[in-house]
């Protein structure tokens, strides 16, 4: 007799039934895992876009003429300055910009919002408990530029971003002053004129 008893045939049909069975679940589970992994990464992206906008902001400030309201005041919530980097233009101009953080309303969390003279936006979120740091050149930090005590440069040596994030993990965006040519050193106003 040639070929396959039924009994034969429904063993083979069982076994392959099984471990097609354990195959659909593990594919069904890798593409989960990588459906999250996209996710996780591409809001690590963002974050880390964020982030470098606000560097790219913060190390192009300039000075402003003495008189002009634009020059930097900076508290531990919010920051005026003028900057050569506006996030809603081409770099070069001399753009007043305003940076908030704000009570985003969402579990206590607080967003750090942008607004120049082109439009107002949530730059990034800032976690929980989150406050600038001004540095001067001795390296002292500072709840507010300038300092109430003695005399300081328009702009300080560093601004810091401190922020207590929801999983707990403290991120702190440091952005040192680029040193610039002495030509754009000069005090500025918004009109450009020195």
């Known amino acids: 007799m040639h070929g396959f ?20 679940q593990a594919l069904s589970q890798v593409y989960r895992l990588e459906e999250r992994f996209t996710t996780q990464l591409q809001g690590g992206q963002r974050g880390v876009m964020q982030e470098d906008w ?28 003028v900057t050569l980097a506006p996030l809603t233009r081409a ?18 969390n607080l967003v750090l919002g942008y607004k120049d003279d082109a439009g107002t936006f949530a730059l990034m979120d800032a976690g929980r408990e989150a406050s600038f740091v001004y540095v001067d050149e001795a390296g002292m ?25 929801p999983e707990g993990v403290q991120l702190q965006v440091v952005v040192p002053r680029i040193t610039l040519p002495p030509q754009v050193l000069m005090p500025l106003d918004l009109a450009g004129k020195q």
């Open 5 to 24: 008893s039924l009994m034969e045939l429904l063993v083979v049909m069982v076994i392959v039934g099984l471990l097609s069975s354990i195959l659909l």
């Open 91 to 108: 770099p070069g101009a001399a753009t007043a910009v305003t940076l908030e953080l704000a009570s985003s309303g969402r579990g206590g």
């Open 54 to 81: 606000l560097r790219q902001v913060l190390q192009s400030l300039v000075p402003a003429s003495a008189t002009s309201s634009e020059r930097l005041q900076g508290s531990d919530s919010r920051l005026q300055a």
């Open 141 to 165: 930090e500072h709840g507010q530029w300038p300092p109430l005590s003695g005399a300081h440069p328009p702009l300080p040596s560093a601004v810091m971003l401190r922020s207590v994030r």
